[in-house]
Antibody, heavy 123, light 108 residues
């Protein structure tokens, strides 16, 4: 069973860059799967940020415009998120998750989730 | 993007009762690509239902999903103590995938 573990600084200054990493265990990041980031502001709902395939192909939520960069490191079996120009509105629990794939087809819902990491944007 | 509206915001019920949660989409969800998740405090969401009505691996059969188009329902047949949590719907038929605001099922 795939396990995901997100990690990174818990505090980022306004206008800075949020950087998180998700370590994948129990499976290969090079499997036929997409890997996503989802966030949840305190007490609120969920927002999909974007996804990456092991080839490096990415998709992201247009609401975050060009602030998002998602990358993959196959040698470390992990993928990463960078979110630039952060404001207090980016304060949230950030989850990494795997997209459900079966018989070579992937559907953009999420069967495995990491435990989440809280990132606070504050000076 | 598709906006999902969940109702009610809070459902107060007793163990053993039936829970009916609604998720309404701002436009038709293609191929009934709708999922439901359960989230407990301090935990990540857990996948319950996908394809509007298919239970995920290991999910008890007291959980069932139904609906199509713009109206979807999650039903919990007889609430167990561990079912009191927040439930989110998510559509994945259009990009970007979007989530509803959640329904909290609390103990009455």
């Amino acid at each position: 069973q795939v396990q995901l573990q997100a990690s990174g600084p818990g505090l980022v200054k306004p206008s800075g860059t949020l950087s998180l990493t998700c370590a994948v265990s129990g499976g290969s990041i090079s499997s036929s799967n997409w890997w996503s980031w989802v966030r949840q502001p305190p007490g609120k709902g969920l927002e999909w940020i974007g996804e990456i395939y092991h080839s490096g192909s990415t998709n992201h939520n247009p609401s975050l415009k060009s602030r998002v960069t998602i990358s993959v490191d196959k040698s470390k079996n992990q993928f990463s998120l960078k979110l630039s120009s952060v404001t207090a509105a980016d304060t949230a629990v950030y989850y990494c998750a795997s997209t459900y794939c079966t018989n070579g087809v992937c559907y953009r819902f999420f069967d495995y989730w990491g435990q989440g990491t809280l990132v606070t944007v504050s000076s | 993007e598709i906006v999902l509206t969940q109702s009610p915001g809070t459902l107060s019920l007793s163990p053993g009762e039936r829970a009916t949660l609604s998720c309404r989409a701002s436009q038709s969800v293609s191929s009934s690509y709708l999922a439901w998740y359960q989230q407990k405090p301090g935990q990540a969401p857990r996948l319950l239902i996908y394809g509007a009505s298919s239970r995920a691996t290991g999910i008890p059969d007291r959980f069932s999903g139904s609906g199509s188009g713009t109206d979807f329902t999650l039903t919990i047949r007889r609430l167990e103590p561990e079912d009191f949590a927040v439930y989110f719907c998510q559509q994945y038929g259009s990009s970007p995938p979007t989530f509803g605001g959640g329904t909290k099922v609390e103990i009455k």
